[in-house]
């Protein structure tokens, strides 16, 4: 399996999108990824927009970069709360620093909006958020998918197959092992 060894962790809070957090699970675990389930609270559920639940495998106060290969960052509502939590920002932060694959979709951008990781890189988003995109000093474009190091974006739910294409591309050419 190609994502054999290699570490993921996925970020909820409620009113997250429901294809955004669960494709890129489902998928990475096809790939052979674990993948792992962060949230506020280590046992909780956070529910979609539409109720859907997602149980946190881990708490988000518990969560080292060091620790994973990856940190996917779901859109939805859910950023909106993500970026409200130091712990979150935190992650995001220090897996980007670390060279580790940061992803985000849709309103997601928020989220590394937030942890500071975004000026001079170029990315993409949902266009309600383009402005905050660019005005934290990143170069928008408006496409399916943008890698810039170890930053890959995305747009909306049609944009998930490139998005996760790329995910799976970046962790398999990533060294096992390679967490610090």
């Known amino acids: 399996m190609e994502l054999s060894g290699k570490k993921v962790a996925v970020l909820a809070e409620d ?56 940190v996917i960052v779901p859109g939805g509502y859910a950023p909106d709360r993500m970026r409200r939590h130091p712990a979150m920002l935190r992650l995001v932060r220090e897996a980007f620093e670390q060279g580790k694959v940061v992803a985000a979709i849709c309103h997601a951008a928020w989220v590394p909006i937030s942890a500071g990781i975004v000026r001079g890189k170029t990315m993409t988003c949902v266009s309600a958020v383009k402005d905050d995109v660019i005005n ?18 995305s747009r909306t739910p049609p944009d998930l197959p490139a998005f996760c294409r790329e995910i799976i591309k970046a962790l398999a050419a990533a060294k096992v092992g390679a967490r610090a």
């Not at 956070?46 to 290969?69: N, Q, T, V, W």
């Not at 934290?136 to 496409?143: H, L």
């Open 15 to 70: 009113h997250y999108e429901n294809l955004e957090l669960w494709y890129p699970v489902l998928r990475l675990r096809e790939a052979g990824a674990h993948v792992t389930i962060v949230g506020p609270k280590a046992g909780e559920s956070y529910k979609s927009k539409e109720g859907y639940p997602a149980k946190a495998d881990l708490s988000m106060d518990d969560a080292r970069a060091s620790e994973f290969d990856a």
């Open 136 to 153: 934290a000093g990143a170069r928008y474009v408006d496409q399916e998918v943008v890698v810039d190091g170890n930053l890959i974006s």
